[in-house]
């Protein structure tokens, strides 16, 4: 799907995205939702306002329907600085985490790459975003907060964006309206 800047917001999906057995929304029951998500998303919302306008100085196109391969990925992660905490020099493990992720919001000048927000999704209740990356080149315009609203557009109105922050990003994510858990817990393998 893509979303250019300067245009509204995407047509409603032929098929429901929220579960098997959902029937596809009318126009009227996604702006009832949307209005539900503003109620309970205050701040959300206001991003989504900000988000909009960024967008609009800028030009750039935002886009779900272009799959990225390992490469580009590397190259926008390590021109966004994120690629110092991300297994860039593993090239299974970065192609694995391109190929499974399953909602991929990508930020384009023209033809480059500028931004991505990498997220694994059940896209009714819970969304992982697990990389939000912008060219350094590119920071401070909104981007990064237009990622995570194109992010959250996709998703069902339950569902909520959970994420691990760099703890140099702990102020950015209580910018965008995120609220800090403290009941996160990580489990990996055994050295």
């Known amino acids: 799907m893509i979303f250019a800047a300067t245009t509204g ?3 409603v999906a032929k098929q429901s995205r ?3 057995g959902e029937p596809v929304a009318s126009p009227a029951t996604v702006a009832q939702l949307d209005r539900r998500r503003d ?3 205050p701040t959300a919302l206001a991003n989504k306002r900000r988000c909009t306008l960024e967008a609009m100085k800028t030009g750039l196109e935002y886009r779900t329907d272009r799959a990225l391969s390992a490469d580009e990925f590397i190259d926008v992660l390590e021109r966004s600085t994120l690629g110092e905490r991300r297994p860039v020099a593993d090239r299974a493990c970065m192609e694995g985490m391109v190929k499974n992720a ?7 000048d023209g033809a480059t790459l ?3 927000a990498r997220s694994v999704t059940d896209f009714c209740y819970a969304c992982y975003l697990s990389d939000l ?6 920071q401070r315009s909104g981007i990064g907060r237009a990622l995570v609203s194109h992010t959250l557009k996709q998703l ?3 569902c909520k964006i959970r994420l691990i922050s760099a703890p140099a990003a702990m102020d950015y994510y209580a910018k965008l309206g995120f609220v800090q858990n403290t009941k996160c817990w990580e489990l990996g393998h055994a050295k």
């Open 39 to 41: 109620r309970e998303m």
């Open 133 to 138: 990356a912008v060219d350094v080149s590119y």
């Open 156 to 158: 069902g109105p339950r």
């Open 114 to 116: 500028v931004g991505v």
């Open 9 to 11: 917001p995407p047509a």
């Open 18 to 20: 929220w579960g098997p």
């Open 102 to 108: 399953n909602l991929m919001v990508t930020a384009w």
